[in-house]
């Protein structure tokens, strides 16, 4: 049971993440930046974006542990070190030339690095579910 409660408060805290990303994803919309200063606008929608695929992937992934928590073990190996790297991956990427497939667009990263993430890490949990026997 102490692992499912770790897995409600991941889940909440994706879940927060993917509503701060969203506001600040709508930053010009809801006047989030005092001046409408263009780094200031730029700056929070990369941060929006950022924090909306990548805590909306969290935030899918921690709701499919919420069903399979014995899965949870084998999935954080994973994440540990893929979590760390996709977050310096959103943070360093520069901005790109024409958005074609060898310049995109950071918010083309966002999307790929996170559905990546979902493809790996329900395919570590369909794995690690149908490898471990039913404990319950």
């Not at 701060?20 to 010009?28: E, M, N, R, Y």
């Amino acid at each position: 049971m102490h692992m499912k409660r770790n897995i409600y408060i991941f889940l909440a805290l994706s879940v927060v993440g993917f509503g701060i990303g969203l506001a600040f994803g709508k930053s010009t919309e809801l006047n989030l930046c005092l001046i409408s200063e263009p780094t200031c606008i730029n700056n929070l929608t990369w941060i929006g974006n950022a924090l909306f695929y990548g805590s909306g992937a969290l935030a899918l992934v921690f709701l499919i542990l919420l069903f399979v928590p014995r899965a949870f073990p084998a999935w954080k190996k994973f994440a540990i070190w893929f979590v760390p790297l996709a977050a310096l991956l959103f943070a360093i990427y520069p901005e790109p030339g024409s958005g074609d497939l060898f310049s995109p667009y950071p918010e083309q990263i966002f999307r790929w690095v996170s559905a990546f993430y979902i493809l790996a890490s329900v395919f570590i949990i369909a794995l690690s579910s149908l490898r471990q026997p039913r404990h319950e």
